[in-house]
């Protein structure tokens, strides 16, 4: 167990994570942890497990192995109840619901919250870090642009005030300058509100100079891990990963 | 006993005996199925003459929707159209039954066709509602004034059983229940070899894989729409059989109800299956005559659970359910003999 | 002209109860890409549940609403016991369980009350409103209920947090279960809500058609013509789907076809939307990827 070390009790613990599609399984007994208030990052080519760790952590695909949220398992859970520990998932492809408004994606995002009075706090509060969508609040979600759209998803989420924020390649499918804007504003998040993320990502440089930690995962095994300054040195990764 | 192991024990040899044990089976059925009339009463002479009415039928709406994966839930309205032409011709323009029933086929044939045209564009539900209001609409479309004159309307028409030919010593049961079984052979028989060929591949590849289908080359619209004729044409025929067997048609005997119950006729015989025809038949030949002495309800009751049922039980019907059995007896009797053979 | 008034008000009145059936269609469509051919048959059998409430001394309004909770109940209870079992996606398989919904709640409801018409009692006065020639008082009555039933749905998907949950789980169950939403829940709410509304329906028409177990066939296809071409993935689109089929049947059977054919209207109407347009006046288009 490869943990970063100023770590005593994890917010998150994955212990040998065994999940797949049907016959064909994609983990082969993943271990990794997550401290509360860090941003670490799973790093990985095309079909390593990346996305199917964050489903098998929500319970979108059944996981095998033991998965701790807050010293609570919670691999036996259904995905309606593992929200309701604090836990928001941006899908990949942002899992939108196009047809709905803007301002009713981010309701749905508070759905399971009885505190009406701070829910529209966080209206507020999500609409002060993403001033497009606050401009947009009426459109339909669907005719929103992709960058837009995914800073709708991570909106989306944090109406949940999660304590923990996973987000599966959030970079896909936008220009630089806007993943830039989008990995400023999940740092100030995580530095103004305590939220802890997990961030899945196939852009392995933006990635390790947001996250603290770095997990490298091949072919469903975790491969190499450290603090992400350590990561980043590494000559493997700097080949295959980093291009340099 | 010696250790060279016989060829009874081989897979090959097992299929052929198989093969022969039906061919026994067929042939034995066929006698019995020739005998009956002579053995049983008027009465119940007419209802097996129904039964393979019902058989032709099903195994026309098995064309169509079992192999080939169209849904229709009206294909009681292709019954009707069998069933009038045949009582028109017989009524209104002095035709002899026997003449009735090719024509029948052929305009059932054509409409069908015509009715799969437009077909080609509705999936699934799509079609299945399509169909189903072509069902629920049928005995309106048979009552309506236009037609009042030829339809007769709301009393319908009533026909006269023919008499056995060639001055047969056969009752008119006797006889009709004869024809009705000749007519069965031939369509069965045209029918088991239209699916065990090619055309019955292409049918089942539509059903299942159509984009690649038609990306083998596989006239996709050609082939349903002449399933749709088929079909359309087996159970016209039917219908005109029914008709000369019922001696009436009137159009509330025509409406959705009998679609249903051709539905659940393929369902509890099989799906896509040429003898699950007559366990359909069966089915629902005997089903609402038992069932009626409970409560005029009851055979409807029987039918939805039976429907239900079969979904969740056994979706490939009695004829699935039959094979499973038999290919699992196969399995456990060849296993000795694999192994001795090593 | 007195009677062609006439015509389209009593279309509008009947296109009313077309339009609250239609609604139920969509919804189900809606979240599950169904069509529940059992729907009018459910509807059917709720009335006479209201019916057997009345004729043991319940009154009207009582009933009615008593009714609506027994309905309710009904449509979770199939969504819950029949339709969340079906393991198989295979349309065909759906289409039969449907049908088999459909002719299980005929013949129960055959069976308990028998086939023999009975008369179902209008809480509307008998004496025509305002004294106009143009519409019964039922008829009138029936557009009431219609109107407020569409409304309070309406308001009820619009504002409320569990009527947008119900909306999110029907167009996105993934996501919905990334919000927290229990999508199995509210399937059976949405089914719940359609049967209630079939009830509605049933008990509006039944005064005008009589009280017998094939009293909603008719009425199912012409509900489903409106909800073709309304969009049978728009709710509003059902409403004026449904009136316009109401009024185009009333119309169509004066003038053009003749009473008996009425039904050969919702026919045509069915596969000519299905061929023209199948997404009907305000619906999505839906792309198939290959």
């Known amino acids: 167990m490869n943990f970063p070390a100023a770590m005593n009790k994890p917010l998150l613990d994955v212990v040998d994570l065994h999940a797949g599609y049907g016959l064909t399984r994609v983990l082969h007994g993943i271990s990794f942890g997550l401290a509360e208030g860090s941003i670490t990052t799973l790093l990985g080519a095309n079909g390593a497990g990346k996305t199917t760790t964050l489903r098998a952590l929500c319970a979108m695909i059944r996981p095998q192995g033991q998965v701790t949220f807050d010293g609570q398992r919670i691999d036996a859970r259904a995905t309606e109840d593992i929200v309701r520990l604090g836990i928001a998932h941006v899908p990949e492809g942002r899992?939108?619901?196009?047809?709905?408004?803007?301002?009713?994606?981010?309701?749905?995002?508070?759905?399971?919250?009885?505190?009406?009075?701070a829910v529209a706090q966080d209206f507020d509060?999500?609409?002060?870090y993403f001033p497009r969508l606050a401009e947009r609040r009426h459109q339909q979600a669907g005719t929103l642009s992709g960058g837009e759209q995914q800073m709708l998803a991570v909106s989306r989420a944090l109406m949940l005030r999660p304590r923990l924020l996973l987000l599966d390649e959030p970079s896909f499918g936008l220009a630089p300058l806007i993943v830039g804007e989008l990995f400023g504003i999940l740092r100030a998040i995580n530095q103004r509100e305590r939220v802890s993320i997990l961030l899945v990502e196939q852009n392995a440089a933006m990635a390790l100079d947001l996250a603290d930690h770095a997990y490298l995962i091949e072919t469903g095994r975790v491969v190499l891990s450290g603090t992400s300054h350590d990561v980043k040195r590494n000559d493997a990764v700097r080949a295959s990963y980093l291009g340099y | 006993?010696?250790?060279?192991?016989?060829?009874?024990?081989?897979?090959?040899?097992?299929?052929?005996?198989?093969?022969?044990?039906?061919?026994?089976?067929?042939?034995?059925?066929?006698?019995?199925?020739?005998?009956?009339?002579?053995?049983?009463?008027?009465?119940?002479?007419?209802?097996?003459?129904?039964?393979?009415?019902?058989?032709?039928a099903l195994l026309g709406l098995n064309i169509l929707t079992g192999y080939n994966g169209q849904i229709s839930l009206g294909h009681g309205a292709f019954y009707a159209i069998g069933a009038y032409v045949a009582a028109i011709m017989m009524d209104r323009m002095g035709v002899p039954y026997w003449a009735t029933i090719p024509v029948a086929g052929a305009l059932c044939l054509v409409v069908g066709f015509l009715f799969g045209l437009p077909a080609l564009r509705l999936e699934g539900h799509y079609l299945a509602l399509a169909t189903f209001a072509l069902g629920v609409t049928m005995p309106q479309l048979l009552k309506n004034k236009y037609v009042e004159h030829w339809t007769g309307g709301v009393q319908g028409i009533v026909i006269v059983k023919p008499d056995a030919p060639f001055g047969l010593k056969l009752s008119p049961d006797q006889w009709l229940y004869l024809f009705t079984l000749a007519i069965t052979v031939v369509m069965f028989v045209i029918g088991w070899n239209l699916i065990r060929g090619r055309v019955g591949r292409a049918l089942v590849a539509i059903r299942d894989q159509p984009i690649a289908a038609s990306a083998m080359g596989i006239n996709t619209a050609l082939y349903k729409s002449l399933a749709f004729g088929v079909s359309a044409m087996y159970t016209g025929i039917a219908g005109a059989l029914g008709a000369i067997a019922i001696q009436f048609v009137a159009p509330d005997s025509f409406g959705v109800g009998l679609s249903i119950g051709l539905l659940t006729g393929i369902v509890i015989g099989g799906l896509a299956s040429i003898p699950g025809a007559f366990f359909g038949a069966l089915f629902i030949q005997f089903i609402p005559n038992v069932a009626d002495q409970i409560s005029k309800a009851a055979p409807w009751a029987?039918?939805?659970?039976?429907?239900?049922?079969?979904?969740?039980?056994?979706?490939?019907?009695?004829n699935g359910a039959i094979r499973l059995g038999w290919a699992r007896m196969r399995h456990r009797h060849s296993k000795p003999a694999q192994r001795e053979g090593g | 002209m007195d009677t062609f008034v006439h015509q389209v008000l009593a279309g509008l009145a009947t296109g009313g109860i077309y339009a609250s059936v239609a609604l139920a269609l969509v919804m189900i469509h809606q979240a599950t890409h169904l069509l529940n051919f059992a729907q009018g048959e459910m509807a059917m059998f709720s009335t006479y549940i209201a019916w057997a409430l009345i004729n043991a001394g319940v009154p009207y309004w009582a009933a009615f609403f008593l009714t609506i909770a027994f309905a309710f109940v009904l449509g979770l209870a199939i969504?819950?016991?029949?339709?969340?079992?079906?393991?198989?996606?295979?349309?065909?398989?759906?289409?039969?369980?449907?049908?088999?919904?459909?002719?299980?709640?005929?013949?129960?409801?055959?069976?308990?009350?028998?086939?023999?018409?009975?008369?179902?009692p209008s809480p509307f006065p008998k004496e025509s409103l305002f004294g106009q020639k143009y519409l019964s008082s039922h008829e009138l009555?029936?557009?009431?209920?219609t109107l407020v039933v569409l409304t309070l749905l309406w308001a009820f998907f619009r504002f409320t947090a569990l009527g947008l949950a119900m909306r999110a789980a029907a167009q996105n169950p993934t996501s919905s279960r990334l919000v927290g939403i229990r999508v199995a829940w509210m399937l059976a709410l949405g089914w719940g809500l359609a049967a209630a509304i079939g009830a509605v329906a049933g008990m509006m028409v039944a005064p005008i058609v009589y009280?017998?177990?094939?009293?909603?066939?008719?009425?199912?296809?012409?509900?489903?013509?409106?909800?073709?071409?309304?969009g049978i993935d728009s709710p509003g689109g059902a409403v004026v789907g449904g009136l316009l089929v109401g009024v185009l049947e009333n119309v169509l059977g004066a003038y053009v076809v003749g009473n008996e054919l009425k039904l050969g209207v919702a026919l045509v109407l069915i596969i000519g939307v299905l061929l023209v347009k199948p997404s009907g006046l305000f619906g999505s288009v839906q792309v198939t990827r290959v």
């Open chain 3, 79 to 120: 969504q819950h016991f029949v339709m969340r079992n079906i393991r198989s996606t295979s349309v065909l398989q759906l289409v039969i369980v449907f049908i088999g919904l459909l002719v299980i709640f005929n013949s129960v409801a055959g069976w308990l009350f028998t086939y023999t018409i009975k008369v179902f």
């Open chain 1, 95 to 117: 899992g939108t619901f196009v047809h709905l408004s803007t301002e009713e994606n981010l309701r749905l995002g508070a759905y399971v919250r009885k505190d009406r009075a």
């Open chain 2, 302 to 318: 029987i039918y939805g659970i039976f429907l239900i049922g079969f979904m969740f039980l056994m979706p490939m019907g009695i």
């Open chain 3, 211 to 230: 009280l017998d177990p094939n009293m909603m066939a008719g009425i199912l296809l012409y509900a489903f013509a409106g909800a073709l071409i309304g």
């Open chain 1, 125 to 128: 509060r999500v609409y002060g």
């Open chain 2, 1 to 56: 006993m010696s250790a060279i192991a016989t060829p009874v024990g081989t897979p090959l040899a097992a299929a052929a005996s198989a093969r022969r044990l039906r061919l026994i089976g067929l042939a034995v059925i066929i006698i019995a199925a020739c005998v009956l009339p002579f053995v049983v009463s008027n009465y119940r002479t007419f209802q097996f003459t129904l039964v393979l009415v019902y058989a032709i």
């Open chain 3, 141 to 145: 009555g029936a557009i009431a209920v």
